[in-house]
């Protein structure tokens, strides 16, 4: 039944899909590698015009990973919805191209070393000039100023001056990197976050502004209240492998099948459901069990109950005992265990996108649901230059701005 507004329930549209929540947005995606194109990828999943300006060399992205038949697949994922241009910044005509693309743009994301775009003649003050409604978005590894301005970095830098890799680790062992790039993903998560907050401001002050984006201050900023305990309590995090300082039990445990699962119990309710589970109710009724630090603090102790429980046990035997008793357990999954999955299959975790290099290519579908105007993915990431004739042959030369003019 049709809602009095013309909805068929909460959320959901009654007549035809509307167009996607970013159409009408056009985003110059002049960044590598991770960070920069990551957050790009978010905005062109939800309808942004996405134009990837790559110097005549390629983004190092094409380089980076497995191919097959010689293409790149991470490319391929990262540069999905988006249309490849060629532009040699270097160049004064290029640049000029380039100025006239930004003139019809509503953001940029760049993530050169700061003044590089400025030494091209393409820096702030030039693009406010060209486009006064432009949002710049810049992401580097520590930001537009501070004595590390000018150091090359990326993710990892983050991931170690962060204190991310000293907090990680087994107990005794060195420092551990995540095996993925963590700290790029969080800072295009913030990057592009902050472009739609600029895009929304620019509704209010009529104008665009510069979104400074430093990929260690969004890793630190991540990573919960540790500035502040240390502060006020003078704790630094410690390396405790899988465990948490926080609650216990948490951690992975080995099954009688070889296979692993992982258990995490913040809850008082479920740590308690789950001591009965493996027939150790007593240790409920401890006082150090009431709180999440108490637990933590006795680890050992709850461990040695739960470890040959689990460890009598094939890994399923062990979900559905879990299951039944209403106490959080995971599989832990290799890549083909996730595609595998029920649950993600059922919720269409990926997706087959067309491609003119490779045919179709399988991919993570757009991360997140919106019930009235869902993301969608058109196509897999472009050969090089594929629409640099398009997009820069439909750039109608605008009237010379000041910056132009000077150009």
């Known amino acids: 039944m049709t809602s009095p507004r013309g909805r068929t329930e909460f959320g959901r549209p009654a ?16 960044s590598t590698l991770f960070a920069g194109p990551f957050a790009a990828r978010l905005l062109g999943d939800f309808g942004a015009e996405i134009i990837k ?18 293409v790149p697949l991470l490319w391929k994922v990262l540069s999905r919805n988006k249309k490849s241009v060629v532009l040699d910044l270097h160049e004064p005509e290029d640049a000029r191209r380039f100025r006239r693309l930004a003139a019809g743009a509503d953001a940029l994301i760049e ?45 990892t830098l983050a991931e170690a001056m962060s204190g991310l890799a000293a907090m990680s680790g087994e107990p005794g062992g060195p420092p551990a990197l995540p095996a993925f790039p963590l700290g790029d993903a969080i800072a295009g998560l913030h990057a592009a976050l902050a472009v739609l907050i600029a895009l929304r401001a620019r509704d209010v002050i009529g104008t665009g502004q510069v979104a400074d984006i430093a990929i260690t201050e969004t890793l630190i900023g991540s990573l919960g209240a540790q500035l502040t305990v240390y502060e006020h309590l003078g704790l630094k995090p410690e390396r405790i492998g899988n465990r948490s300082s926080n609650s216990a039990p948490r951690g992975v445990y080995r099954c009688a099948d ?125 050969p090089i230059g594929a629409h640099t004739e398009d997009v820069c042959g439909s750039v109608t030369p605008a009237r010379p701005t000041a910056g132009e003019a000077g150009a």
Do not use: C, K
């Not at 929540?21 to 985003?27: D, E």
């Not at 992205?61 to 191919?67: A, D, E, I, K, Y």
């Open 258 to 382: 070889d296979r692993w699962v992982a258990v995490s119990a913040p809850a008082h309710s479920v740590a308690e459901r789950l001591v009965r589970l493996v027939g150790r109710p007593d240790l409920g009724d401890e006082p150090w069990f009431a709180t999440g630090v108490g637990r933590a603090e006795h680890r050992a102790v709850i461990d040695d109950a739960i470890r040959p429980w689990i460890a009598a046990r094939g890994r399923d035997e062990v979900v559905d005992a879990f299951e039944a008793a209403e106490a959080a357990v995971a599989p832990v999954y290799e890549v083909d265990d996730v595609l595998a999955d029920p649950q993600f299959r059922a919720r269409g975790l990926t997706v087959d996108v067309p491609d003119a290099e490779l045919g179709s290519v399988r991919m993570p579908g757009v991360p997140f649901r919106l019930s009235a105007t869902p993301g969608r993915i058109d196509w897999a990431g472009p």
């Open 15 to 30: 007549g035809p899909a509307p167009a996607a929540p970013l159409a009408g947005l056009t985003v110059i995606d002049a």
């Open 53 to 70: 300006v790559e110097q005549p060399s390629g983004d190092p992205l094409r380089r980076f990973g497995h191919t097959h038949h010689d």
């Open 111 to 155: 993530n050169f070393r700061p003044g590089t775009l400025e030494r091209w003649g393409l820096g702030p003050q030039v693009l406010a000039e060209v486009n006064p409604r432009l949002v710049l978005a810049r992401v580097t590894a520590f930001g537009q100023d501070g004595p590390y301005a000018h150091r090359p970095g990326f993710g």
